[in-house]
């Protein structure tokens, strides 16, 4: 048993022992002693019975995740997004029960593409649940995933697996679109320059003792940007 696995032993389809810590261990020496102890595991190690090891990864991983086709958001635009999402095995018998009776492997890569599937839908879910700008949408990227990653995290627990996180690291919009949010946003940062220097005028010459000269070199600046 290699550091983050935990290895359970099935007999009949179900859990016999769990073992936890790692290390090499001997079969009838360690294990079929330790299994007679917790569920009347009668059985000798030369009777021919058959039973199934599971090794199971315990630890949190971290996957990458981004949408796979662009998803019309309210009004028609289309959007890409991209980000993680990090998973654990969080219930073994569920996992047992829904998974290694169909599969001989469930790896990291099939939750992904498992999220994937359900990702347009709860991406639009969530953008018209928050009510969100949506020329802005990585401003409430935070509001969105949280959503997102509870709604996750209660579908795969079915199969046993839990979303811990799962973050929204960027928006993508059509080139065009992406190019008129980037001057609106240039124009609001010219904006809040000229509410700056009207404020810095204002106290420039509340505070006298040189609030006139302050005046006048603000006054130049502002001229100076236009």
């Given at each position: ?59 949190e991983v971290t996957v ?163």
């Amino acid at each position: 048993i290699r550091p983050g696995q935990d290895a359970i032993f099935l007999y009949n389809g179900k859990v016999e022992g769990i073992f936890t810590d790692e290390g090499s261990f001997d079969i009838e020496s360690e294990i079929i002693p330790f299994l007679s102890t917790l569920k009347g595991f009668k059985f000798g190690f030369n009777s021919g019975i058959r039973a199934e090891v599971l090794f199971i990864n315990t630890k949190e991983v971290t996957v990458k995740w981004g949408t796979k086709n662009p998803i019309n958001i309210p009004g028609g635009m289309p959007i890409r997004a991209f980000g993680t999402f990090t998973c654990k095995v969080a219930d073994y018998d569920a996992l047992i029960e829904k998974v290694a009776g169909i599969k001989q492997q469930y790896s990291v890569e099939d939750v992904r593409e498992r999220i994937i599937g359900m990702l347009d839908q709860l991406l639009m879910k969530w953008i018209v649940k928050e009510g969100k700008d949506m020329f802005n949408l990585q401003a409430n990227s935070f509001d969105i995933g949280k959503g997102i990653q509870e709604d996750l995290d209660m579908e795969m627990m079915k199969i046993g697996i839990s979303i811990t996180t799962f973050n929204i690291a960027s928006f993508t919009y059509p080139e065009e679109i992406q190019k008129m949010v980037t001057k609106a946003a240039s124009q609001s940062v010219v904006g809040d320059m000229g509410r700056y220097q009207q404020m810095a005028m204002i106290d420039a010459m509340a505070n006298g003792n040189g609030g006139g000269r302050a005046a006048s070199d603000m006054a130049g600046m502002a001229m100076g940007m236009m």
